[in-house]
């Protein structure tokens, strides 16, 4: 089984986020970037299943500007096959990335997409949804764990009051959770074999998807600073202004 892995670059999650002097969005200048978190849950769980055998390829693909290859080169180093990038100037939308996809899917014809549950920079969880509704296939969101039996898999989800076990019809799309595995860190000998893996580069025109933005950003302001805290003598003092200040009991 052909697997598809939809990974995207984003800000580094260990750097302290800045909004733009104009308001407009996030800055990404001169900021160090990295794959989103649960895109490499996502590749790695691909990995796994390549090496349990149920896998046989590991196509990743991230759409984005061109300095999306050092990311699709971090996934082939972790051991996917082939890496695609689609090129795109401008900001892409869940909608734009589900309609590229789709068209990727009609392409590579994998039996299982795997994406992450979400991207930390929009935190939209909107583009697995979006591809399944697109591609008229079963999903399966927040998955942590996946076992895939002849023409369906068996899946753990994390809901809200525990873990919800259902089975999905293959081909499906997944979204990764933080529990579904642990990924491991890429190999000086991984990241040199990776430079001479295949990487594709083609534009959303060439696959007749339009990608221009849908929603239009209005302003992106940074949280109100937190006030500094009091010294409070002692406990009476903490509960009286818990009941009488704050309200909370
Ligand atoms: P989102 O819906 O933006 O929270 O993203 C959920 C998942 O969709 C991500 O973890 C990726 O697997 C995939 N995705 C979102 N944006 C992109 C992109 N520009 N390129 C490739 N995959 C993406």
Same mark, same amino acid.
């Given at each position: ?11 580094? #999650?260990?750097?302290? !986020? ?7 969005? +996030? ?5 160090? @970037? ?7 849950? &996502? ?6 299943? %390549?090496?349990?055998?149920?896998? *046989?390829?590991?196509? +990743? ?10 990311? $699709? /080169? *971090? ?21 734009? !990335? ?14 299982? +997409?795997? @994406? ?21 296939? #079963? ?13 369906? &898999?068996?899946? *753990? ?7 919800? %076990?259902?089975?999905? /019809? @293959? ?12 990924? /491991? ?6 990241? @040199? ?9 083609? %534009?959303?025109?060439? $696959? ?5 933005? /849908? ?14 805290? !009091? ?15 704050? %309200?909370?009991?």
């Amino acid at each position: 089984m052909k697997v598809l892995v939809a990974i995207k670059r984003v800000v580094d #999650p260990n750097i302290k !986020v800045r909004v733009k002097a104009d308001g407009t969005g +996030v800055e990404t200048a001169n900021v160090k @970037m990295a794959m989103n978190p649960f895109c490499e849950i &996502a590749v790695e769980q691909a990995v796994r299943m %390549k090496e349990a055998g149920t896998v *046989t390829e590991i196509v +990743v693909a991230s759409i984005g500007l061109p300095q999306c290859q050092e990311t $699709l /080169r *971090t996934a082939l180093a972790m051991g996917a096959d082939r890496a695609i990038l689609v090129e795109v100037a401008t900001e892409v939308q869940p909608l734009a !990335v589900a309609k590229v996809l789709k068209a990727l899917v009609e392409k590579e014809q994998p039996g299982l +997409v795997i @994406m992450g549950k979400q991207a930390i920079d929009d935190d939209c969880n909107q583009s697995g949804q979006m591809l399944a509704a697109v591609l008229g296939w #079963p999903q399966a969101t927040f998955i942590s764990k996946i076992e895939v039996a002849g023409d369906h &898999a068996d899946i *753990t989800r994390e809901v809200d009051g525990g873990l919800e %076990k259902i089975s999905v /019809r @293959m081909p499906a799309v997944v979204t990764a959770d933080l529990r579904l595995n642990e990924p /491991r860190y890429v190999t000086l000998p991984n990241i @040199m074999k990776a430079k001479k893996k295949p990487l594709e580069n083609i %534009k959303p025109d060439a $696959l007749g998807v339009d990608v221009t933005p /849908r929603l239009t950003t209005l302003k992106v302001e940074e949280p109100p600073k937190r006030g500094a805290g !009091v010294k409070l003598a002692d406990v009476a003092e903490l509960v009286s202004k818990l009941k009488n200040e704050a %309200k909370v009991i």
